[in-house]
Each structure stands twice: as structure tokens, then as C-alpha cells.
């Protein structure tokens, strides 16, 4: 017989096959980044056009409180996205002294690209699993994402029954 396992072995258990399944999910998202376009788009720049298709007209303090970085990088980053075609600064309505960043249309259609190869990446594997196996994915992911947001569990939101099928 094996060691009596402890409490905490179910999140030990998830937390490992968690950190196999992000870096195959690392693996297949490079897939599709390679398989995209050509673009002038590092993995940190992708992150900030992440970050402005989710909150459209920020300022750059906020664009580095979301990246973890001060707004100087950030500032030189956001430059750097201008000059390539896909991030524009607006002045803000509310505040003269404030500039907004926003994607422009050159940088949406590279993301909905993205997505689009990547989703494809994600299919494949996801249609070779057995219904019942995606069902259970589906359920954990929503899991983990209300505890990573820190808002309950799935259970605890009226939406919960609504989300995408398996």
C-alpha cells in the first residue's frame, strides 16, 4: 500500500496536472501565434493588446497597473504598438492632460486572427476528447476562473448554468 495522502493531495494533484495542461496550452497557443501573419508583436506587446481589447480607452497608469510594470515601459511599449499601426492615443474627454490607448482596426483584425487560428488549435485537441471528459473541463475551468477572480464559485452565480457547452 502507498503513503496515506494527505488533505491538501486533491490540490496538489490539480495544481500539477493544472502546470501540464498550461504548458500544452503554451505549446498549442504558440502554434497558432506562429502560424499568424506576420507582425511586428511581441509576447509582451500581445499581452498589452490584450489588455486594451478587454478595457478599451485606458490610460497608460492603468494599462501598467494591469501589466505589472510602470508606466514608463509601458509608455515605450505603447510607442512602439503606435508606429506599427496598432495602438492609438486619443485624448481623454474627461481629462485634458489624460491620453486614451486604443486598438485601432489594424490591431483588432490581428487579434480576431489570433484567436481564430488558436481556437482551431484548441478544437482539435478538444474534439478528440470523450463529451464527458470536455463536460468536466468546462466545469473546472469555470471553477478556477471565479476563484482566480475570487468571486465565490460557479455554483454562487445565476449565469453559471449559461455558460458555452462542451
Not at 6 to 21: M, N, R, V, W
Not at 77 to 88: H, K, Q, S
Not at 102 to 122: C, D, G
Not at 134 to 152: I, K, Q, T
Request: contains cysteine; proline residues 7%; positive net charge.
Amino acid at each position: 500500500m502507498g503513503a496515506p495522502s494527505s488533505p491538501q493531495q486533491p490540490t496538489l494533484d490539480a495544481a500539477g496536472a493544472a502546470a501540464e495542461a498550461i504548458e500544452m496550452l503554451e505549446v498549442l497557443w504558440e502554434r497558432g501565434f506562429d502560424a499568424a501573419p506576420p507582425a511586428p508583436v511581441s509576447t509582451f506587446q500581445l499581452r498589452v493588446l490584450y489588455s486594451l481589447d478587454h478595457e478599451e480607452g485606458i490610460n497608460l497608469r492603468r494599462l501598467g497597473e494591469l501589466l505589472g510594470s510602470r508606466a514608463s515601459s509601458v509608455s515605450r511599449l505603447c510607442d512602439r504598438l503606435e508606429v506599427t499601426g496598432y495602438v492609438e492615443r486619443r485624448p481623454s474627454p474627461v481629462s485634458r492632460r489624460e491620453l486614451e490607448l486604443h486598438l485601432t482596426e489594424k490591431a483588432r483584425k490581428y487579434l480576431t486572427e489570433l484567436r481564430s487560428r488558436r481556437e482551431r488549435a484548441l478544437l482539435d485537441v478538444l474534439s478528440r476528447m470523450p463529451v464527458s471528459a470536455r463536460r468536466d473541463l468546462v466545469r473546472g475551468l469555470e471553477g478556477f476562473r471565479f476563484a482566480a477572480h475570487g468571486s465565490g464559485t460557479p455554483e454562487s452565480h445565476p449565469a453559471a448554468g449559461r455558460t458555452r457547452s462542451a
